[in-house]
């Protein structure tokens, strides 16, 4: 039974840094060098497998790889709805990174009057399964038009009558004379496993690594707030320390009349916060970042 995890991760590509970046963030760092298909980590019994991102859920179905980082739309292409658990693989973390959405869209001189706009066109997209499951779904006969690659001129060149495509701030479409009319998936980077078992090895590595992706997460909007506040103001002020558990308050020495604040804020502390923290009596606030928490 293996005791080495793989992980494939995008190889060049829009997810490539920020792979390398989650990774390196839970203690796992490779050589810098991307000219191999296998990278060994320092210290640890993982390699990470550099590959494209169309590759990686048929590496993650054979157990290739018992890792692998993709976004939504390439997993659902490849796989199917494996979101809705109709697959052999199994998504296991949202990482609130590589956000899009695939959409159909129009040439802006077509007028759009509901889905059945698309009925008998021709439709060019990277994404025919996505694109058919949705059609069939909806009861829209077209005709899909599989394209790999400058999506967005096929209306133009006439290859196409509409598109289906990955959209981020919509400014391709736009400066393409397109208008997004219907959003078919909203995507972000996944990480995803085998849903069978793996070794004893395997299992134990995945389970430690999930177990400080959730220190990260957890500690992504937290902030250590610390203030001096009036006795008087404390209940006041902990009520206004957005996610806050319990306080830890201190004596300050020299003044009887206040006590130094701490407290671990588990949500986004606005400045608005701030001004009513001073409205109540705090001051010399600080607020630092958190880079783990770990439960
Ligand atoms: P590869 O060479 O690995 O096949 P690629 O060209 O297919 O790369 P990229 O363009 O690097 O892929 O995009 C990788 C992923 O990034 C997409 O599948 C998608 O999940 C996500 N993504 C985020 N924003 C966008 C966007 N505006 N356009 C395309 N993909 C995006
Ligand atoms: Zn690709």
């Given at each position: ?7 494939a991760i995008q190889?060049?590509?829009?997810l ?37 991102d169309d590759d990686i859920p048929?590496?993650v ?7 692998g980082i993709c976004g939504l739309n390439v997993l659902?292409?490849k ?19 590589g ?90 980077a996944v990480?995803v ?103």
């Amino acid at each position: 039974m293996s005791k080495q995890l793989r992980i494939a991760i995008q190889k060049s590509g829009r997810l490539s840094d920020k792979c390398r970046d989650l990774l390196a963030q839970a203690g796992i760092t490779f050589e810098a060098r991307t000219d191999r298909l296998i990278v060994r980590a320092k210290e640890q019994p993982i390699d990470l497998m550099l590959v494209r991102d169309d590759d990686i859920p048929g590496f993650v179905s054979n157990q290739v790889s018992q890792l692998g980082i993709c976004g939504l739309n390439v997993l659902e292409e490849k796989l199917g709805r494996v979101s809705q658990g109709e697959s052999d693989v199994q998504i296991i973390r949202s990482l609130g990174f590589g956000h899009c959405r695939l959409s159909l869209a129009l040439p802006k001189t077509v007028s759009y009057e509901g889905l059945s706009t698309y009925s008998g066109k021709r439709i060019a997209t990277s994404y025919p399964n996505i694109l058919k499951r949705f059609l069939d779904d909806n009861g829209i006969k077209a005709s899909v038009v599989q394209i790999t690659g400058s999506v967005e001129v096929a209306p133009s060149i006439d290859v196409a009558d509409a598109i289906c495509d990955l959209v981020s701030t919509g400014a391709t479409l736009e400066s393409n004379g397109l208008r997004e009319t219907t959003v078919l998936l909203e995507s972000e980077a996944v990480l995803v496993r085998p849903r069978l078992q793996l070794s004893h090895d395997q299992e134990q590595l995945i389970a430690r690594l999930m177990a400080r992706f959730d220190g990260l997460g957890r500690a992504k909007n937290a902030k250590y707030i610390m203030m001096n506040a009036p006795k008087e103001a404390i209940y006041r002020i902990s009520q206004l320390i957005p996610g806050m558990e319990k306080p830890t308050v201190m004596p300050l020495m020299y003044d009887d009349n206040k006590v130094a604040i701490h407290a671990v804020a588990k949500e986004y502390v606005f400045w608005e916060t701030i001004e009513k923290l001073k409205e109540a009596g705090a001051s010399s606030i600080l607020v630092l970042p958190i880079e783990k928490i770990i439960e």
